[in-house]
Antibody
Framework: QVQLVQSGAEVKKPGASVKVSCKAS????????IHWVRQAPGQRLEWMGW????????RYSQKFQDRVTITRDTSASTAYMELSNLRSEDTTVYYCARSGTVGGTIFFDYWGQGSLVTVSS | DIQMTQSPSTLSASVGDRVTITCRASQSISSWLAWYQQKPGKAPNLLIYKASNLESGVPLRFSGSGSGTDFTLTISTLQSDDFATYYC?????????FGGGTKVEIK
């Protein structure tokens, strides 16, 4: 069965960086994409970017373009999201989610359990 | 960016009711729309993709319709397990965007 298992909760200081991992199992990792979506309490889901796990090509939301880096390690079937220059408003839950890789398949059929990132001095 | 607007934001209903949620896109997205269900403290769960295609394992009481800018999610006979928040998501163009959510509450 397909599973995406994310790393645990993190507490970071303002200005620091955080790197969240998403380990995939139950399917061929390189056949799909991995997206990162965040959700502040009571707020709508917010897409940050994604990586084609096969090609390694990543694409980011313009909102996060200068602060986020999404990578993958195919040998570990794991994707990573690094967010830099953290501020208090980055305190939220971050999800990874799987999609297809071509137009018309970029919806999310499996999700990780979420990783809480808290930014506090 | 394509803005996705859901209505209502909250809906009070009883078990057995027929429930309809609306999602409107700020520009045409063809049929590139998905619907998700989310329960408190959990990740979203895919219900519908390409506007009207039921994801495998999703109960038949869920259905989706629409194209262009206007879409609906219908629950034909509300069950107790359906009390949750529902989100639409467009995947016509980047950045991918979600609606603000519709919370289905017990009346």
């Amino acid at each position: 069965q397909v599973q995406l298992v994310q790393s645990g909760a993190e507490v970071k200081k303002p200005g620091a960086s955080v790197k969240v991992s998403c380990k995939a199992s139950g399917y061929t990792f390189t056949n799909n994409g991995i997206h990162w979506v965040r959700q502040a309490p009571g707020q709508r889901l917010e897409w940050m970017g994604w990586i084609n796990a096969g090609t390694g090509n990543a694409r980011y939301s313009q909102k996060f373009q200068d602060r986020v880096t999404i990578t993958r390690d195919t040998s570990a079937s794991t994707a990573y999201m690094e967010l830099s220059n953290l501020r208090s408003e980055d305190t939220t839950v971050y999800y990874c989610a799987r999609s297809g890789t071509v137009g018309g398949t970029i919806f999310f059929d499996y999700w990780g359990q979420g990783s809480l990132v808290t930014v506090s001095s | 960016d394509i803005q996705m607007t859901q209505s209502p934001s909250t809906l009070s209903a009883s078990v057995g009711d027929r429930v309809t949620i609306t999602c409107r896109a700020s520009q045409s997205i063809s049929s590139w729309l998905a619907w998700y269900q989310q329960k408190p403290g959990k990740a979203p769960n895919l219900l519908i993709y390409k506007a009207s295609n039921l994801e495998s394992g999703v109960p038949l009481r869920f259905s989706g319709s629409g194209s262009g800018t206007d879409f609906t999610l219908t629950i034909s006979t509300l069950q107790s397990d359906d009390f949750a928040t529902y989100y639409c998501q467009q995947y016509n163009s980047y950045p991918l965007t979600f609606g603000g959510g519709t919370k289905v509450e017990i009346k």
